[in-house]
């Protein structure tokens, strides 16, 4: 779908429902859904599904991020992800609700590319995922001056990358959202720029309440939550309204009056010789290791069934990365972890399977290395 065509008001004044496929992509029938706008998610773990979201819901999130963000109409926001994924729709919003510029970077990723095009447009605001400014960083691209506000989301940045963006001059601000929230839940706001760069806590956007569901994870209630959700049975879509006013995520977080820390996903903590390992943990360290020589969506950790453990955990690597780097890290980790967190020998998948947003499918790399 042509983003141009995104911001008019007839998109938006529309009602009937739509959804925003991937080029290529054959979209569910939507002969029997409400009118909504319709995002396919899985996540990194479940199975596919749509998420629909009301025209309101989104127009309200877009209005609560430029509010945070600082945007007018004399703003550029800058859409430098597929439109396809609400991250990608949140910008076009933006940019709608605000009255401001939008523009497209339609080449395929290049950092330097983008860095060009940003200057040559002017943008003032983006969202970027942490593998976009992972490339930047490691390129050691200095930010244009145009630039005011670099929303980070779609996985959680570390804070030497996040602060070595911001040396070279990349106003780089921490985002909490998902699909079903149509867009941002917490963001940090501009005040944030005079301080070294943390990736907590995160400010919560005004439209939002929430709280810690009884078992642990973030649940969610506001304007902008999603209204319901397709799933297929058999060769059916069928539509299944969203019952409860809350949605219990399956993020754990700890909030308190500054914002929220995120901890990891719920399904992500395994045990391993009786005691609880966190998965997303162990790969960040393991990144850290390599002194940005793989990116964190370069690795997955895997918790495979042991007789004697329970668990036992298999990093599984990016083989472009190359054995001699993934055998260095794997030494420098080994140096400095053990116990219930020591890493069986690597694997290296030749075709590692991500997500256009870069995020490791994590069930697919499961079942290929547990099949082998």
Same mark, same amino acid.
């Given at each position: 779908?042509?983003?141009?065509?995104?911001?008019?008001?007839?998109?938006?004044?529309?009602?009937?429902?739509?959804?925003?496929?991937?080029?290529?992509?054959?979209?569910?029938?939507?002969?029997?859904?409400?009118?909504?706008?319709?995002?396919?998610?899985?996540?990194? #773990?479940?199975?596919?599904?749509?998420?629909?979201?009301?025209?309101?819901?989104?127009?309200?999130?877009?209005?609560?991020?430029?509010?945070?963000?600082?945007?007018?109409?004399?703003?550029?926001?800058?859409?430098?992800?597929?439109?396809?994924?609400?991250?990608?729709?949140?910008?076009?919003?933006?940019?709608?609700?605000?009255?401001?510029?939008?523009? +497209?970077?339609?080449?395929?990723?290049?950092?330097?590319?983008?860095?060009?095009?940003? @200057?040559?447009?002017?943008?003032?605001?983006?969202?970027?995922?942490?593998?976009?400014?992972?490339?930047?960083?490691?390129?050691?691209?200095?930010?244009?001056?145009?630039?005011?506000?670099?929303?980070?989301?779609?996985?959680?940045l570390n804070e030497e990358t996040g602060e070595?963006?911001?040396?070279?001059?990349?106003?780089?601000?921490?985002?909490?959202?998902?699909? @079903?929230?149509?867009?941002?839940?917490?963001? *940090?706001? #501009?005040?944030?720029?005079?301080?070294?760069?943390?990736?907590?806590?995160? @400010?919560?956007?005004?439209?939002?309440?929430?709280?810690?569901?009884?078992?642990?994870?973030?649940?969610?209630?506001?304007?902008?939550?999603?209204? !319901?959700?397709?799933?297929?049975?058999?060769?059916?879509?069928?539509? *299944?309204?969203?019952?409860?006013?809350?949605?219990?995520?399956?993020?754990?977080?700890?909030?308190?009056?500054? !914002?929220?820390?995120?901890?990891?996903?719920?399904?992500?903590?395994?045990?391993?010789?009786?005691?609880?390992?966190?998965?997303e943990q162990v790969e960040e360290r393991l990144?850290?290791?390599?002194?940005?020589?793989?990116?964190?969506?370069?690795?997955?950790?895997?918790?495979?069934?042991?007789?004697?453990?329970?668990?036992?955990?298999?990093?599984?690597?990016?083989?472009? +990365?190359?054995?001699?780097?993934? *055998?260095?890290? #794997?030494?420098?980790?080994?140096?400095?972890?053990?116990?219930? @967190?020591?890493?069986?020998?690597?694997?290296?998948?030749?075709?590692?399977?991500?997500?256009?947003?870069?995020?490791?499918?994590?069930?697919?790399?499961?079942?290929?290395?547990?099949?082998?």
């Amino acid at each position: 779908m042509d983003a141009t065509l995104l911001t008019r008001d007839s998109f938006w004044d529309e009602k009937k429902p739509v959804a925003i496929a991937a080029p290529g992509k054959r979209p569910p029938v939507l002969t029997k859904a409400p009118p909504l706008v319709f995002f396919q998610t899985s996540g990194s #773990m479940g199975k596919p599904r749509w998420v629909g979201l009301s025209r309101h819901a989104l127009e309200y999130s877009a209005m609560m991020v430029n509010a945070r963000l600082q945007v007018d109409e004399n703003s550029v926001w800058g859409l430098a992800l597929p439109l396809h994924h609400v991250g990608g729709m949140g910008v076009v919003a933006r940019a709608h609700e605000a009255g401001c510029g939008l523009e +497209l970077f339609s080449q395929n990723w290049q950092e330097h590319n983008f860095v060009g095009w940003v @200057e040559n447009h002017k943008v003032t605001h983006t969202s970027l995922v942490p593998t976009q400014l992972h490339d930047i960083v490691l390129g050691g691209l200095r930010a244009p001056n145009c630039l005011k506000a670099v929303v980070v989301g779609g996985g959680q940045l570390n804070e030497e990358t996040g602060e070595t963006a911001r040396g070279l001059g990349w106003p780089i601000l921490t985002s909490y959202g998902m699909t @079903e929230a149509g867009s941002q839940i917490a963001t *940090q706001g #501009m005040e944030c720029l005079r301080q070294f760069y943390s990736n907590a806590p995160i @400010e919560k956007l005004a439209h939002w309440e929430w709280r810690i569901a009884d078992n642990g994870c973030l649940a969610i209630k506001g304007e902008a939550l999603f209204d !319901g959700i397709l799933t297929k049975k058999e060769d059916e879509w069928v539509y *299944q309204q969203r019952e409860s006013d809350w949605f219990v995520t399956n993020d754990r977080a700890e909030l308190s009056d500054a !914002g929220m820390t995120y901890l990891g996903r719920a399904d992500l903590r395994v045990k391993v010789l009786g005691e609880l390992v966190n998965l997303e943990q162990v790969e960040e360290r393991l990144a850290f290791f390599s002194f940005h020589r793989i990116r964190r969506d370069s690795v997955v950790v895997l918790a495979l069934p042991d007789a004697r453990a329970g668990n036992k955990l298999v990093p599984v690597f990016d083989a472009t +990365l190359g054995m001699n780097v993934v *055998q260095d890290v #794997m030494r420098t980790y080994r140096n400095q972890i053990c116990g219930v @967190e020591r890493l069986q020998e690597p694997v290296l998948l030749e075709d590692f399977p991500r997500t256009e947003l870069g995020k490791p499918k994590r069930a697919l790399i499961q079942n290929m290395v547990g099949a082998a």
